[in-house]
């Protein structure tokens, strides 16, 4: 307080890729009419960042403790709006032409996560042993924990983020804290209300499209995910199929259908896309010439994990070649097949979120 409303924490390094998480702050207190109610918005400043943090001192403390008081309240937070002129809906530039959108082109170390989902799925095929489901598969093969973030608190900004005004001043904000931090640009963090408002600001304003990279949060973004299987693939049986396999109760599955039920909405697609997977690998194994090898395969993955050697594996030229077999035989039977079609895109809309899910520091 002492050091001014838009001063910043002490913590946080200069030179160190920051990420900013802006988001509405409600109180939602009781009055009599229901006006005059809190409404603020609050930030957060995330570096990960492996230098030792300064230890506080004596003298530090006294300075940063200030005076004793016998005061009981606090000002309020500076109300310093910058406003915004532009139009209220705008859109992107078009992209430029020869621009890949392919995921695979945009970081070949995805390829090792998508073998790795592959490897959960066949090495289920043995009944030796149960093994865990995808989420506990994944963090019981997770070697390299990343280390813990330094997470301090920005100053509050005394106004609702539902206003073109408020979002305008977190964006410049955000880019006043990349001038302090010494940094050429900074990730900006919204939820979906607050990241649509963002968009429209930063696409009518050259400066921010070069200073700022606005994020949707993770769980938003698998939320939109969840929506996106959801909506074709609900009439196409799959509320049947979940319903009647008693996954999801007849009451619940709309809300899974529709992403709103989060936790049963990723429950249901991680089993609806291993029931399928597992169909089809059958299918596979039943039709090839290889399949007393490729079961060898599978039981030596199963026996393995999750011990190192199980990654190890993954390597195999046998492992490799099993894998591109598969996925020949099964782009031959998608193509005669309309249902098959289907059960494709399902299994791309579920490896899609499963990617991200994986990510360091994200909800599995």
Known sequence: MDRGPNALPSCLQKGVYTTLVWDNNDFGEETLTGKGTTHNTNGL??????????????????????????????????????????????????????????????????????????????????????????TGFNQLLTLDVPEKATISYLPV????????????????????????????????????AIYAKTQTIRWQSPDLMQRTVIRLGAFHTIMTALACIGK??????????????????????????????????????????????????????????????????????????????????????????MLKTYETCSSEVTNQCHICILELLFRHGRGCFALHQRQPGQRM
């Open 45 to 134: 400043a995330i570096q990960h960042t492996s230098h030792q943090l300064p230890t506080e001192t004596p003298e530090t403390r006294a300075t940063t403790s200030g005076r004793k008081s016998k005061q009981r309240t606090l000002p309020a937070p500076a109300k310093d709006i910058v406003s915004f002129r532009g139009l209220k809906k705008a859109k992107p530039e078009p992209f430029a032409t020869g621009v890949s959108l392919q995921l695979d082109a945009k970081d070949p170390s995805l390829n090792k996560n998508k073998e790795k989902d592959v490897a959960y799925y066949i090495c289920k095929f043995p009944r030796d042993r149960l093994l865990p489901s995808w």
């Open 157 to 192: 900004i005394d106004a609702s983020p539902t206003e073109l005004n408020t979002v305008n001043t977190i964006l410049r904000r955000s880019v006043d804290i990349a001038d302090a931090q010494e940094l050429p640009a900074v990730a900006v963090v919204f939820d979906q």
């Open 232 to 321: 074709p693939f609900g009439d196409a049986g799959l509320q049947d199929i979940l319903v009647e396999a008693e996954v999801v109760a007849c009451g619940s599955i709309n809300g899974v259908i529709s992403r709103h039920h989060y936790n049963r909405s990723v429950r249901s697609h991680k089993l609806m896309a291993e029931a399928l997977r597992y169909l089809r690998w059958q299918s596979f194994l039943e039709n090839t010439e290889k399949a007393e090898e490729y079961r060898s395969i599978m039981t030596r993955l199963h026996s393995a994990y999750p011990t190192p050697e199980f990654l190890s594996h993954l390597d195999d030229d046998s492992f490799k070649e």
